[in-house]
Antibody, heavy 117, light 112 residues
């Protein structure tokens, strides 16, 4: 059974930093691209970032480019999202999602990030 | 970025009746390999999203056959042949052809 478990969310002040982690199991982690997708309270889904199987290619939404960094450790089956210069508009549930070409397969349960003073 | 436009945004449906959601993209979703990466997701209240359909019309394992996807190029449709109570939720289309990936605004399906 595929499991994606996010952690690291919480309350952070504007301008602060946070690192999210996603622990993966139930599939061959190193053969899947991985993604972060977020959902602000009461809003729709927004792509945040993606990383290729070996980490050689990364992609970002314009809204987070230069502030967020995605990375992965295939030896630990773990995906990361380093978030800095956080803003109120980054408040959302952040989902970890695996996926092959052109799609998103399984979603984690999400971790809530709240940016507020 | 590719803009995905869904309609309607709210869809009240009578149990047992059909429902249809439209999704239009601002650019063609045909990739260089010939495939069209248009996906549909369902998000039930309080749950994470789950994929229903990938590459326009391929239904995921465990998805009831009352769900079907169709379309081509820039114009796509998700149909529910007979709506059941468990189908209540928000449905999103998402394109996986271009970077960054983009989602439609979501269509909220509710029972009349």
């Amino acid at each position: 059974e595929v499991q994606l478990v996010e952690s690291g969310g919480g309350l952070v002040q504007p301008g602060g930093s946070l690192r999210l982690s996603c622990s993966a199991s139930g599939f061959t982690f190193s053969t899947y691209a991985m993604h972060w997708v977020r959902q602000a309270p009461g809003k729709g889904l927004e792509f945040v970032s993606a990383i290729s199987t070996n980490g050689g290619s990364t992609y970002y939404a314009d809204s987070v480019k230069g502030r967020f960094t995605i990375s992965r450790d295939n030896s630990k089956n773990t995906l990361y999202l380093q978030m800095s210069s956080l803003r109120a508009e980054d408040t959302a549930v952040y989902y970890c999602v695996n996926g092959l070409r052109g799609t998103l397969d399984y979603w984690g349960q999400g971790t809530l990030v709240t940016v507020s003073s | 970025d590719v803009v995905m436009t869904q309609s309607p945004l709210s869809l009240p449906v009578t149990l047992g009746q059909p429902a249809s959601i439209s999704c239009r993209s601002s650019q063609s979703l045909v990739y260089s390999d010939g495939d069209t990466y248009l996906n549909w997701f369902q998000q039930r209240p309080g749950q994470s999203p789950r994929r229903l359909i990938y590459k326009v019309s391929n239904r995921d394992s465990g998805v009831p056959d009352r769900f079907s996807g169709s379309g081509s190029g820039t114009d796509f449709t998700l149909k529910i042949s007979r709506v059941e109570a468990e189908d209540v939720g928000v449905y999103y289309c998402m394109q996986g052809t271009h970077w960054p990936r983009t989602f439609g605004q979501g269509t909220k399906v509710e029972i009349k």
